[in-house]
């Protein structure tokens, strides 16, 4: 088991509300990334933050944001939900991504599994 | 679509046999990464292999990358029941993306 929280464990939500989903990083770790998974697929990369920025973003509206906090733990915040951001929503931290050979391995949490309704 | 292809999508065998995984990607890597999750649960990190690595061991796993063919292949050696899960490649290109792949559904049979 990683030292990496995610809270809540599930959440339901109506089309048009908001939503905030909350990660703890595991200890000594500064970057945190997000992903949606929707059923049988693999991950979608949302966004990354390091040292409180976001340090890039895959193809998702900007209704996806994000917050990263002095003590690394992150928010991902959802606005306007539609019934397709029904998923499960990981966030993993690592180590810094800007040592040389790309980022070392990724410590996810266990989900918050996400139902629009 | 941005994600990998793993080949098969689903594999059954029974407890003992070898289970072979692949994957192909798109794009130059810096490293890429096999992942396991049980149960649509949190992803856990198997193995990283870099980019000017062919193949790695570690315990029963066994992953080779051929970057001339954009491939990798992850192997289960001596299968056992709680090895059922869905394996997920992840590559790298160096950035802050990690694309993975639509993963491989394997269930071993007691």
């Known amino acids: 088991e990683t030292g990496v929280t995610q809270s809540p464990t599930h959440l339901i939500k109506t089309r048009g509300q908001q939503v905030t989903l909350r990660c703890s990083s595991q200890s000594g770790h500064n970057t945190v990334s997000w992903y949606q998974q929707a059923l049988g697929q693999g991950p979608q990369f949302i966004f990354q933050y390091y040292r409180e920025e976001e340090n890039g973003r895959g193809n998702f509206p900007p209704r996806f944001s994000g917050l990263q906090f002095p003590n690394y733990s992150s928010e991902l915040n959802v606005n306007a939900l539609e019934l397709d951001d029904s998923a499960l929503y990981l966030c993993a931290s690592s180590r810094s991504t800007l040592l040389a050979g790309g980022p070392s391995e990724q410590f996810f949490g266990p989900g918050t599994r996400l139902t629009v309704l | 679509s941005q994600q990998g292809e793993e080949d098969p999508q689903a594999l059954s065998i029974q407890e003992g046999e070898n289970a072979t995984m692949n994957c192909s990607y798109k794009?130059?890597?810096?490293?890429l990464q096999w992942y396991r999750q049980n149960s649509g649960r949190g992803l856990v990190h198997l193995i990283l292999i870099r980019s000017n690595e062919r193949e790695k061991h570690s315990g029963r796993l066994r992953v080779t990358l051929d970057t001339s063919k954009k491939s990798s292949s992850l192997l289960i050696t001596a299968s056992r029941a709680a090895d059922t899960a869905s394996y997920f490649c992840a590559s790298n290109t160096g950035g802050f993306k990690t694309i993975f792949g639509a993963g491989t559904r394997l269930f071993v049979k007691a």
């Open positions: 794009t130059s890597i810096n490293n």
